[in-house]
Structure formats: C-alpha cells, structure tokens
C-alpha cells in the first residue's frame, strides 16, 4: 500500500500512515495515526471519534484516546472481536505499521461539559476510550471528576495501572467481584444533583445507565450516553416522498431501504459512514414533515423538534419529508 503525502483529500477526509501498534490489554491495540509529512492534524476534543476506511471496503468508527487542539496523531482503541463484522478482525489481524488508510476527520457527538461542576465518568471494556480522553481533558483544567470502570477481568482492562493510581478512579472486576456487575444505580444515586454524567460500554449498561438516571429524576442535558452499536432497528417501511430541496429532486422511499441508500442509489454524493445511526455522518437538517428517528445520537428534545435527522437509519412519520440536500 502507498504512503500518501499527508494532505487531506477534502475537508472531511485524510490520507494517514499507521505509526505504532501497541498492547493495551487482552485482545485490545493501540493504533496510532500520522500525516506523512509529520504535520498537525484538524483539532480533537475529547470524546470525539475518527472514522476508518479499511482496504477491504468496510467503514469503522473508533473514538480517540487523546484530545488535542493541535494534534500530531490520532490514537484508537481498537479490541478484537470475533462476532464483529470484520472491522476490528481486520484491524487486528491484517492492519500493520506503514500502510496508509483513509480517515474522517474527528467529529464528536459525545461531548464534554468542561465547566461542570462535577463530572461522573461510567465505562464498560472498550467503552473507556472515550471515557479516558476526558479524564485527561478534565486534569488538565482541574476539574472535580470520579470515574467508575468495569472489565470482566483485569487482563481486559486498558489503561489500568494509570488509573489504579487515581483517587478519584474506581475500578471494578466482575470475576474478582464474584460475578457481580457495576453498581450502575448506586453510582448514579450517589452522584452531586448537578452533575453531568457520562457512559460508554456495551447496551445493557448503557441501558441500565439511562434507566437509573430516570429513575433518579437527572436533568436529560446532564446525561450523556455513546452507543458503539445500534440502540433502534432501522426505519424500513417505506411508501413516502422525500423532497431534496438544495438538489431539486423527489425520491419515492420503497418498503426496505434508507433515505441514504435512495440518495445513493440516485447518483447523489451524501456524507455518510456508519450506516447504524451512531457516527453522525449523515445528519442532515428536516425543512418540513416528521422524522422517525432511529439513530443512537439525537436527545429526546432534539428528536422532538424534528430540526435534523440522521438518513442513514430514520423514516418518515409523514407522507412528505423535505431535506435539505
């Protein structure tokens, strides 16, 4: 594979080299991500993610381990899993140090507050990597924070001895627990009124989060959640009009396929990447009619206004919809 020259292909893509592979934890690397030339990358906040796009034509969505305003490098985090669908088996196993791969540059759906007053990190496994680069974002600014981490055993857990040494981390095995899971509820109840509160792990702790923090009555714009796989089934029913406004185009949506596979399908160049409603790629802003929201992104507030939608996975409520595309 060709090393490229480092400079990005357009505004939303790079072309980076691969520059270090390292062990983080059992079945999880480290990749680290350069310009050619050795120039700054586009700013990183923490929380954000890069996307991959792999030789073998699949698209991978991986959060960053280290913000930074001026970047010389992207780190991910990236653990193997064998019911994957061939992102990270991939990764693993064919990716090596000086092959070039083309990048999206970092967008970030997963925020950090940084003038909290109190922060409540949650992660699962592979879930810290958002998790970890807020960590070091909030030391940075002095902020008050506790971060709550869970693995099944300690041979899974990434950045462990790092964060083993932290007062304010809480690390929890589930095997030297006896089995027994993160106390998910008690960590919320326990959380200051006003603070904001942050988790990213596998679906049933995620589920488990956002319940407990209903059941506790938290503000929705304190709670924060990332999905690394869907949360909804993908809008497939079809029979409505989608209007794209910018293009001057009508595409009747047939029963069993996206708005973007549509747009797609019409010759149209759409931004776009995960397809699962969880990278963000392909939002774009509702002018007229109701959206069936299925991304794993929008807040309740966000869905109910009906302001933008992402195409790739939600439909319409309504006979019409008007995009602005």
């Known amino acids: ?24 934890a059992r079945d999880t690397n480290l990749y680290t991500f350069e310009r050619a030339d050795g120039g700054s990358l586009p700013a990183a906040e923490a929380g954000a993610h890069i996307g991959l796009r792999l030789p073998n034509g699949l698209e991978r969505q991986y959060s960053l381990v280290v913000s930074d305003p001026t970047p010389a490098s992207y780190v991910v985090g990236v653990k193997k899993d064998a019911a994957s669908r061939g992102g990270s088996s991939w990764i693993h196993d064919e990716l090596k140090v000086g092959m070039s791969l083309q990048i999206d540059v970092p967008r970030n759906n997963f925020p950090l507050k940084e003038d909290a007053e109190h922060t409540v990190l949650i992660a699962g496994g592979i879930g810290i990597t958002p998790i970890y680069s807020m960590t070091r974002r909030l030391e940075s600014l002095g902020r008050a924070f506790d971060l709550h981490y869970s693995c099944r055993s300690r041979a899974d857990a990434a ?11 809480h690390i929890h095995f589930d095997d030297e627990a006896g089995g027994k899971l993160l106390p998910i509820v008690d960590i919320v109840l326990a959380a200051p009124r006003g603070a904001h509160l942050y988790c ?19 503000p929705q714009s304190n709670i924060h959640v990332e999905y690394f796989t869907q949360k909804y089934e993908a809008a497939t029913s079809g029979g409505y009009i989608v209007r ?58 966000e869905r109910a206004s009906g302001k933008t939608m992402m195409i790739c996975c939600s439909g319409s409520k309504s006979p019409r919809l008007v995009l602005d595309l």
């Not at 490229?4 to 357009?10: E, I």
């Not at 505004?11 to 980076?16: F, I, N, P, R, W």
């Not at 950045?159 to 981390?169: D, I």
């Open 1 to 24: 594979m060709s090393v490229a020259t480092g400079a990005p292909q357009d505004s939303a893509h790079l072309q980076l080299v691969l520059t270090r592979i390292e062990l983080a």
């Open 159 to 169: 950045f462990s001895r790092e964060l083993s040494a932290k007062p304010n981390a």
């Open 244 to 301: 794209l406004a910018r293009s001057k185009r009508e595409l009747a949506i047939p029963d069993g396929k996206s708005i973007l596979q549509c747009c797609l399908d019409a010759g149209l160049k759409v931004d776009h990447s995960c397809e699962e409603g969880i990278c963000g790629a392909c939002e774009t802003k509702v002018l007229e009619g109701t959206p069936d929201h299925r991304d794993s992104i929008l807040s309740e507030s």
């Open 200 to 218: 990213c792990g596998p679906a049933p702790m995620l589920a488990a989060f956002e319940a407990a923090c209903q059941s506790d009555g938290r």
